[in-house]
């Protein structure tokens, strides 16, 4: 059974920090390329963080260049985004995506949710 599973969200006050794990498997984990999405209420899903299966990264989404960091460890199946100087406007259901990097077939975690507030 393909799984992608996210962990690590909750509440969090401005200026804090999270770190989301989304642990794969099913699948062959170093042949995809990881990234991270993130919907606020009554929002398009956008694009946060993308890594390649060797661990380059292809790109951050420009409000959180900076103070996101996206990485992986192929030995454990596992995609890690941490969020530090957090802000309100990150509040968003976090979702962990998986992209093979040949075929283009994409997996996707259940969402995890983050809120930024005081």
């Known amino acids: 059974q393909v799984q992608l599973v996210e962990s690590g969200g909750g509440l969090v006050q401005p200026g804090g920090s999270l770190r989301l794990s989304c642990a794969a498997s099913?699948?062959?984990?170093?042949?995809?390329?990881m990234n991270w999405y993130r919907q606020a209420p009554g929002k398009e899903r956008e694009l946060v963080a993308s890594?390649?299966?060797?661990?380059?990264?292809?790109n951050y989404q420009d409000s959180v260049k900076g103070r996101f960091t996206i990485s992986r460890d192929n030995a454990k199946n596992t995609v890690y985004l941490q969020m530090n100087s957090l802000k309100p406007e990150d509040t968003a259901v976090y979702y962990c995506?998986?992209?093979?990097?040949?075929?283009?077939?994409?997996?996707w975690g259940q969402g995890t949710q983050v809120t930024v507030s005081s």
């Open positions: 099913g699948f062959t984990f170093s042949t995809y390329t």
């Open positions: 995506n998986g992209k093979h990097h040949l075929s283009g077939y994409n997996y």
């Open positions: 890594i390649t299966r060797f661990g380059a990264i292809i």
